[in-house]
């Protein structure tokens, strides 16, 4: 008898989650079961959000609009579980937040008898969160990496040419047929012409000419110069963000507000070649970094 699936709830706090690793969450978490439920709460209506707007109703989630204020997303996020559970609307609950705040929903869901799992950055979400949920999955390591590894490990293995083996009885052929070439009428015309073909010519016996040293030294020098004139390959934008992602989680941070400078010196001790690259240039390409002064923060 088969056991029926369990139902799950997507619940995504849009001031506190990766939004651009929701299509990798989505995928994750369906391995658990049938995915009914898949809500994003925030200001949809105001940066940042607006920009990821159109991305997440793709992924067909439903963005539950809440207007600013303190709190305001997850608070909201907070009362929609209250709800689902007096209706016992899902089985298992994914909790998409860094907030310390849900720490009390997450427990209200494991004491109904449900599951709660969390998602986010582990370094940065609050540890009583985690401690609030059955299990805690960190987006880099425990979703994206794995997801990496899978698509690698099923991706087909390139089929090689075997090679032509030559058929026995072609190569039982082949010496005979080199023994009746080699059996020449021996005639005075044949041992003239093999006289002539033993004489070595003045031009043959001359050595072949070389190259002079200074020619070859050019030559060298071009070599060298040419590889030093290479531009190095400049990496993809997923690297680029891989690496901003991380400097950000190495800078020492104040509210979740890294200071510029002590930023910059993060992503130059990871990659060397953003020494001259202007920092504001960089980031304008990622809309998740949010710059205000001297300070970035990551959304």
């Keep these: 008898m088969n056991t029926p699936q369990k139902t799950l709830a997507l619940l995504i706090d849009g001031d506190n989650a990766e939004l651009d690793y929701t299509k990798q969450i989505i995928q994750f978490c369906e391995g658990y079961g049938e995915l009914n439920i898949k809500k ?16 997440i109703k793709d992924l067909e989630v439903d963005c539950v609009q809440q207007d600013r204020g303190k ?8 009362m929609d579980v209250a709800v689902m559970l007096y209706k016992h609307e899902a089985d298992i ?3 998409v937040s860094g907030d310390g705040d849900l720490t009390t929903a997450c427990k209200r869901i494991g004491q109904t008898g449900a599951e709660v799992f969390g998602i986010g950055v582990k370094s940065k979400t609050a540890k009583t969160m985690q401690k609030a949920c059955k299990k805690f999955f960190d987006i880099e390591k425990d979703i994206l990496k794995k997801q990496s590894e899978t698509a690698t490990k099923s991706a087909p293995a390139a089929k090689s040419k075997p090679k032509t083996a030559i058929p026995e009885a072609s190569a039982k052929k082949q010496p005979k047929a080199a023994k009746k070439s080699s059996r020449t009428p021996k005639t005075s015309t044949t041992k003239a012409n093999a006289q002539k073909q033993s004489k070595p010519t003045a031009k043959s016996s001359a050595a072949p000419k070389t190259k002079s040293p200074t020619i070859a030294a050019n030559a060298k ?8 004139s290479a531009p190095a390959a400049k990496p993809d934008s997923s690297t680029i963000l891989k ?9 020492p941070q104040k509210d979740g507000w890294a200071r510029k400078a002590r930023f910059k010196e993060a992503l130059n001790d990871l990659d060397k070649q953003f020494g001259n690259t202007k920092l504001l240039d960089l980031l304008k390409n990622f809309p998740q970094f949010v710059v205000q002064g001297d300070y970035i923060r990551m959304e």
Excluded: E, M, V
């Design 243 to 251: 690496l901003l992602i991380l400097a950000y989680q190495k800078t």
């Design 93 to 95: 609950y994914f909790i």
């Design 221 to 228: 020098k071009q070599n060298i110069a040419a590889t030093k």
């Design 71 to 78: 709190n305001a997303a997850d608070f909201a996020l907070a």
């Design 40 to 55: 994003a709460f925030g200001d949809w209506n105001k940066l940042p959000l607006s920009r990821r707007h159109k991305k």
